[in-house]
């Protein structure tokens, strides 16, 4: 009797494992989109999703290493990445993710920088950090494009 109970409790424990490992670890909001967009699309057409809430799936190719606030996802195209960028504290992505699958909620944020803004941070960076920074490098406006995370999950 009590061998069947024990094997019964084993078997429970072994099912709710199962079903913890499969269905990733939440970070952040619950994700609330069904349909998934193609992170190749977003690349495409940035303009087109700017401001508006996706839901997006790939690996995890990249962590910040110092709070865990942001993450590079894999696109369905090779080369192709997106950060997932959250406010410091909210989120905290662990260093462990990387290579991981994820899927990721957010708002796609665009913004154009200016030339002599992306020289005016480099030479910041470089004030603050020691690292060198050529000025010369820096030929034309740069398009970056954020997911700002709400929530997500990592298989």
Same mark, same amino acid.
């Given at each position: 009797?009590?061998? #069947?109970?024990?094997t019964s $409790?084993? %078997?429970? &424990?072994?099912?709710?494992?199962?079903?913890?490992?499969?269905?990733?670890?939440?970070?952040?909001?619950?994700?609330?989109?069904?349909?998934?967009?193609?992170?190749?699309? @977003? $690349?495409?057409?940035?303009?087109?999703?700017?401001?508006?809430?996706?839901?997006?799936?790939?690996?995890? *190719?990249? *962590?910040?290493?110092?709070?865990?606030?942001?993450?590079? %996802?894999?696109?369905?195209?090779?080369?192709?990445?997106?950060?997932?960028? *959250?406010?410091?504290? &909210?989120?905290? @992505?662990?260093?462990?993710? #990387?290579?991981?699958? *994820?899927?990721?909620?957010?708002?796609i944020s &665009?913004?154009?920088?200016?030339?002599?803004?992306?020289?005016?941070?480099?030479? #910041?960076?470089?004030?603050?950090?020691?690292?060198?920074?050529?000025?010369?490098?820096?030929?034309?406006?740069?398009? %970056?494009?954020? $997911? #700002?995370?709400?929530?997500?999950?990592?298989?």
């Amino acid at each position: 009797m009590f061998n #069947k109970h024990l094997t019964s $409790l084993l %078997i429970l &424990v072994f099912i709710f494992n199962y079903i913890a490992l499969a269905s990733g670890k939440s970070y952040g909001k619950k994700i609330t989109l069904k349909k998934m967009t193609k992170i190749s699309h @977003i $690349l495409a057409e940035p303009q087109k999703f700017d401001g508006k809430k996706v839901l997006v799936e790939g690996p995890i *190719v990249d *962590v910040c290493e110092h709070r865990g606030c942001w993450m590079e %996802i894999g696109s369905d195209k090779e080369f192709e990445s997106i950060k997932f960028k *959250v406010d410091d504290g &909210v989120i905290v @992505i662990p260093m462990d993710a #990387k290579g991981k699958k *994820v899927r990721a909620e957010g708002i796609i944020s &665009v913004k154009t920088t200016s030339v002599e803004d992306q020289i005016e941070k480099g030479k #910041k960076h470089s004030e603050k950090t020691g690292e060198e920074f050529d000025a010369s490098t820096i030929k034309e406006p740069k398009t %970056i494009i954020l $997911l #700002k995370g709400e929530g997500a999950v990592i298989k």
